[in-house]
């Protein structure tokens, strides 16, 4: 399948490919081509930074702020009208998401999937 896996994670871009804890994992998620566009949407508006691009992966930074309310929604952010592009293979850590403070960036994680 073409797209994207999402994985939000409580470390620094720089701890990330040295070591990934996962207690660190916040949540992670599989999605179709269109469902990064509310990660660029983000990025437009000054919400989050895109650290690295190219797809192996891209690599964000977000506050807190930005991205747990979209996480803890009635439904993940996706801009897919296809119901098998959806938001699928949903892990979400409710219970660590709650201990990350406001004032905290998170790490967006995004694996080309084709």
Do not use: F
């Not at 650290?51 to 801009?79: F, M, Q, R």
């Amino acid at each position: 399948m073409i797209g994207w896996s999402i994985t939000v994670i409580w470390m620094t871009p720089e701890e990330y490919p040295l070591k990934l804890d996962r207690d660190a994992v916040l949540a992670n998620w599989k999605v179709g081509a269109m469902g990064t566009r509310w990660l660029n949407k983000l990025v437009a508006a000054g919400e989050a930074r895109q650290v690295k691009s190219g797809g192996y992966p891209n690599i964000y930074t977000a506050p807190v702020g930005s991205i747990v309310p979209l996480l803890l929604g009635h439904e993940l952010p996706s801009d897919e009208d296809v119901p098998m592009r959806k938001p699928h293979e949903i892990t979400i850590e409710r219970d660590k998401l709650a201990m990350c403070s406001a004032d905290e960036t998170l790490t967006i994680v995004v694996w080309d999937q084709s």
